[in-house]
DNA sequence: AGGTATTTTGTAAACGTTTTCAAGTTAACT
DNA sequence: AGTTAACTTGAAAACGTTTACAAAATACCT
C-alpha cells in the first residue's frame, strides 16, 4: 500500500532523460555511456528523485548491497564491539545490514540458510558460530560468498576449514598473559574455562596448560573451573577457587565478563587486587578499562577483526570463485591494575589495613 | 551468480503438485483453496525444498517480512537492550531485521528513506531519533508504518507527536529518586545532565528542579554539570562536583553508565560510596547490578519497550490507516547500594579506616 | 575512402511472485 | 430440478529491474 507511492521508475526516467530505460540501467550500474545522455540521465534523476527499486533489481539478477549478518546473540559485549567494526566497515562501502540472531539455537540454521535463498542478501557473515558443518557445506557448495569470524575449528573435521576465516591467535595471547603471571612469581593460578563448544575458549585453555608445563609446573585439576563466558559463572568460579585449602593467587579467566565477576568475588572475600588476587582476563572489551582496578587482559582487535571480515566478504562478493583466505591477527598483553608480584604475600585482612593507613598517611 | 542456485520456482511446484501455479502462491499465502489440492502442493513444497523468493514477493507487492530499525549507534548498553527486545518479538512473528546506524549524522536521514523507497522493508522502528523532523513529516504523509521509540518532543512542535510512539516517564522516575534522596537527607545533590538534544534527557533534569522545588530548595547552578551520557564524562563532571567547595553529598545522573563515572570519580577521590556520597543512576542497564557498590537506580523496562514497538509496527503494517498510539510505562527506583542517609556525615579518610577495622573486628 | 573493429544504444526477454478477471465448480435455496 | 449465490481455479498481466542480442553509430586502420 505504502509502497506505490514510490511510483517514480527507471522508465519515467529514460522519458524525461530522452534515453532508453536500459541506458539508464547502464547509468546507474556505471557502464559505458556517452557523457551526453549520462549527463542527461543523471540530471533526470536527480529531477524525479529516483531510487532504484532493490526487490527488482535482485530479481532480475543484480546485488541488492545487503549484507547478512548472523550473532548468537545481541547484548554481549564482544559481540557487539565485532558488530561494530561490521557495523562501519559496510557503511564505508554502502552495504546495508541485515542482522539474524540465532539465540544459539540449531534450528535456527534453516532460517538463514533460507534467507539466502530468497536472494535478498548477497554474502553473509558468521560471527562465532555454534553449529556450523550443516550450513557451510552448503554455502561453499553453492559458492555462495560468506566469512566465518572467530570460528575456530574444534574437532579436526578439515571442511570447515574450507570457508574463509577471519580469527585471532587466541594461543599465542594467552600463552603471553600466563608467562605474565608466571614471571610474576605466581605459581599456584587458577582458570576460568569459557563456553566448552568454542574453540577459541578451548584454545586458552590449551595454553594455559601449555604454560604451566613449559614452567614445570604440575596441571591441579582443582584450579580448574567450568565457565560460560557470563559474569555470574564467573563469580561462583572464583568462590569456588577461593575457598580451595590452598587458594590460589593469581586467576586467568577465559574473557574479561568472566574476570569482572572474579574482580566481584574477591571484593566479597575481602580480598584486595592485586595484591591478594592477581586477575588476567581476555578480550578487552571497552569495560575492561573502566573496572576498579582496571583489568590486564589479552587484547584482541574485535573492531578490526568485523571491518577486515568485511572487506574480505566484499572480495567474494565480487569474485564468488576467489581462493579461500584465512586472516590472523595478533592479540597481546594489556597491562593494567589487576596484577601483582606473588612474593609479598601476607595476610589479606591485615594487608588491607595498612594500604589504608599507608594512604592516610600519604594524605 | 549464486543466486539461481535456488532454482525451484513456484512453477515447479505447480508442476509436481498438478496445479497451476497461481494456486501454489494461494496456498503459500494462506488463502482458500480445496483440502485436497492444498495437501498436494504441501507435500510437493516439501519434496522440492521450495522456499519464497522474497524479491519476487516484494515486487510481485507482497510483504518482504521485513523490519527496519534504525539506532543511532551500536555498543551503547542501552540501545543495545532495546534492541535485543525488538529483535526478540521480531523473531517470535517470523519478520527479519535490517539494521540501519546513522552514527548520530543528520545526512544519514537521506539514507533510510531512501532504503524505504526501495521497499525492502515492510515498517520501521526508530530508536532514539537525533533529528526527526524531517522524515517523520514524510513517514506520515506516505502512510509509512513507522515507530518511534524513547523520543520525547524537545520543542513544542506538536508535529512530532503525530507519529506513534513508544516511551518510558522520565519524569516520574527520576522524581522518585530525587525524593528518595531528599527522604535521605541529602540537600546538595548534584545533577550530571544527558545529552542535550534528548527529550528524555531533558525529562529527568526538570524532574530534579522540581524535586528541588518541592523541598522547598533553591537551585544552586555548581550542582549542575553538563554531560553526554557517557562514562568519561561522568567521571569528569563528578570529579568537578566533587571539588566544589562546598561539595555535595549526592550525586544523580541521567543515565547509568555516567552514574559509573562517577563511582570512578569517587574511588579516585577516596570516598565511600554509599557513606560519603549517593549516588543515583538512570536506566537499569544489565551492568548497574553489578557495578560496586551495587547501583541504585531508576529502571525503565527497555527490552519491553523493545518488544512493545515491535507489535505496535507489526499493527501498523497490517492496518496501516490504524489511529496513532502512544504507549508509554511506568519508571520506578530500584533501591541497591549507592546511597545512604546524609547524616553521619564526617570525614571521609577517616571513615574509610573505621569501616575496615569493624570489618576486621567481625570476622 | 573503404573496410573492419569497437563502442554505444534500443528492443525484448527474462527474473518469481501476487493479483485481477473470468470461467468453472460446488453448494444453497426455492 | 432450476436458479442463484458462493467459492475455487487457471490464464494472464503486472511489478521494476538487468542483460543478451542485434542494430546503429563511431573510431581506427590501410
Redesign the interface.
Not at 543523471?42 to 527488482?56: F, T
Not at 572489551?285 to 566484499?314: F, K
Given at each position: 500500500?505504502?509502497?506505490q507511492?514510490?511510483n517514480v521508475t527507471i522508465k519515467d526516467v529514460a522519458k524525461c532523460a530522452g534515453v532508453s530505460y536500459a541506458t539508464v540501467s547502464r547509468v546507474i550500474n556505471g557502464q559505458s555511456v556517452s557523457e551526453d545522455k549520462k549527463a542527461r540521465v543523471m540530471q533526470a534523476i536527480d529531477k524525479l528523485g529516483y531510487?532504484?527499486?532493490?526487490?527488482?533489481r535482485?530479481?532480475a539478477?543484480g546485488n541488492?548491497h545487503?549484507v547478512g549478518v548472523l550473532v548468537p546473540?545481541?547484548?554481549n559485549?564482544y559481540i557487539?564491539?565485532v558488530?561494530?567494526g561490521i557495523?562501519e566497515a559496510l557503511?564505508e562501502y554502502n552495504y546495508?545490514?541485515?542482522?539474524?540472531?540465532t539465540?544459539q539455537r540449531e534450528d535456527k540454521e534453516a532460517r538463514y540458510v533460507?534467507?539466502?535463498?530468497?536472494?535478498?542478501i548477497d554474502g553473509l557473515l558468521l560471527l562465532v558460530p555454534f553449529h556450523p558443518e550443516a550450513y557451510l557445506k552448503s554455502l561453499r557448495a553453492?559458492?555462495?560468498?560468506h566469512v566465518v569470524i572467530d570460528q575456530v575449528v574444534i574437532d579436526q573435521n578439515e571442511h570447515a576449514s574450507a570457508s574463509p576465516t577471519v580469527a585471532a591467535r587466541n594461543r599465542q595471547g594467552a600463552l603471553e598473559a600466563m608467562r605474565y603471571l608466571l614471571e610474576l612469581g605466581h605459581r599456584r593460578i587458577g582458570f576460568i574455562k569459557g563456553l566448552a563448544q568454542l574453540g577459541s575458549a578451548h584454545e586458552r585453555f590449551l595454553s594455559y596448560e601449555q604454560a604451566l608445563q613449559d614452567y614445570g609446573l604440575s596441571i591441579d585439576e582443582d584450579l580448574i573451573q567450568e565457565g560460560h563466558f557470563e559474569?555470574r559463572q564467573g563469580f561462583l568460579a572464583a568462590q569456588a577457587l577461593l575457598s580451595l585449602p590452598n587458594p590460589p593467587t593469581a586467576i586467568f579467566a577465559a574473557n574479561d565478563v568472566s574476570s569482572?565477576g572474579v574482580?566481584?568475588a574477591a571484593?566479597h572475600a575481602?580480598l584486595r587486587v592485586p595484591k591478594d588476587l592477581s586477575i588476567v582476563g581476555f578480550d578487552d572489551i571497552?569495560?575492561a578499562a573502566?573496572t576498579?582496578p582496571a583489568l590486564t587482559t589479552v587484547h584482541q582487535p574485535l573492531v578490526e577483526m568485523g571491518r577486515t571480515a568485511v572487506s574480505l566478504l566484499l572480495r567474494y562478493i565480487e569474485r564468488?570463485e576467489q581462493a579461500v583466505q584465512h586472516i590472523s591477527f595478533d592479540t597481546h598483553l594489556i597491562v593494567r591494575d589487576t596484577c601483582a608480584s606473588a612474593n609479598n604475600k601476607t595476610d589479606s585482612?591485615q594487608s588491607?589495613?595498612e594500604e589504608?593507613?599507608s594512604?592516610?598517611k600519604t594524605?
Amino acid at each position: 500500500m505504502s509502497k506505490q507511492a514510490t511510483n517514480v521508475t527507471i522508465k519515467d526516467v529514460a522519458k524525461c532523460a530522452g534515453v532508453s530505460y536500459a541506458t539508464v540501467s547502464r547509468v546507474i550500474n556505471g557502464q559505458s555511456v556517452s557523457e551526453d545522455k549520462k549527463a542527461r540521465v543523471m540530471q533526470a534523476i536527480d529531477k524525479l528523485g529516483y531510487v532504484v527499486n532493490m526487490s527488482a533489481r535482485s530479481l532480475a539478477g543484480g546485488n541488492t548491497h545487503i549484507v547478512g549478518v548472523l550473532v548468537p546473540n545481541l547484548g554481549n559485549e564482544y559481540i557487539n564491539q565485532v558488530l561494530q567494526g561490521i557495523d562501519e566497515a559496510l557503511r564505508e562501502y554502502n552495504y546495508d545490514l541485515m542482522l539474524y540472531t540465532t539465540q544459539q539455537r540449531e534450528d535456527k540454521e534453516a532460517r538463514y540458510v533460507q534467507a539466502l535463498s530468497r536472494g535478498m542478501i548477497d554474502g553473509l557473515l558468521l560471527l562465532v558460530p555454534f553449529h556450523p558443518e550443516a550450513y557451510l557445506k552448503s554455502l561453499r557448495a553453492r559458492h555462495f560468498p560468506h566469512v566465518v569470524i572467530d570460528q575456530v575449528v574444534i574437532d579436526q573435521n578439515e571442511h570447515a576449514s574450507a570457508s574463509p576465516t577471519v580469527a585471532a591467535r587466541n594461543r599465542q595471547g594467552a600463552l603471553e598473559a600466563m608467562r605474565y603471571l608466571l614471571e610474576l612469581g605466581h605459581r599456584r593460578i587458577g582458570f576460568i574455562k569459557g563456553l566448552a563448544q568454542l574453540g577459541s575458549a578451548h584454545e586458552r585453555f590449551l595454553s594455559y596448560e601449555q604454560a604451566l608445563q613449559d614452567y614445570g609446573l604440575s596441571i591441579d585439576e582443582d584450579l580448574i573451573q567450568e565457565g560460560h563466558f557470563e559474569q555470574r559463572q564467573g563469580f561462583l568460579a572464583a568462590q569456588a577457587l577461593l575457598s580451595l585449602p590452598n587458594p590460589p593467587t593469581a586467576i586467568f579467566a577465559a574473557n574479561d565478563v568472566s574476570s569482572i565477576g572474579v574482580l566481584q568475588a574477591a571484593r566479597h572475600a575481602d580480598l584486595r587486587v592485586p595484591k591478594d588476587l592477581s586477575i588476567v582476563g581476555f578480550d578487552d572489551i571497552p569495560r575492561a578499562a573502566h573496572t576498579y582496578p582496571a583489568l590486564t587482559t589479552v587484547h584482541q582487535p574485535l573492531v578490526e577483526m568485523g571491518r577486515t571480515a568485511v572487506s574480505l566478504l566484499l572480495r567474494y562478493i565480487e569474485r564468488p570463485e576467489q581462493a579461500v583466505q584465512h586472516i590472523s591477527f595478533d592479540t597481546h598483553l594489556i597491562v593494567r591494575d589487576t596484577c601483582a608480584s606473588a612474593n609479598n604475600k601476607t595476610d589479606s585482612r591485615q594487608s588491607v589495613v595498612e594500604e589504608v593507613v599507608s594512604i592516610a598517611k600519604t594524605s
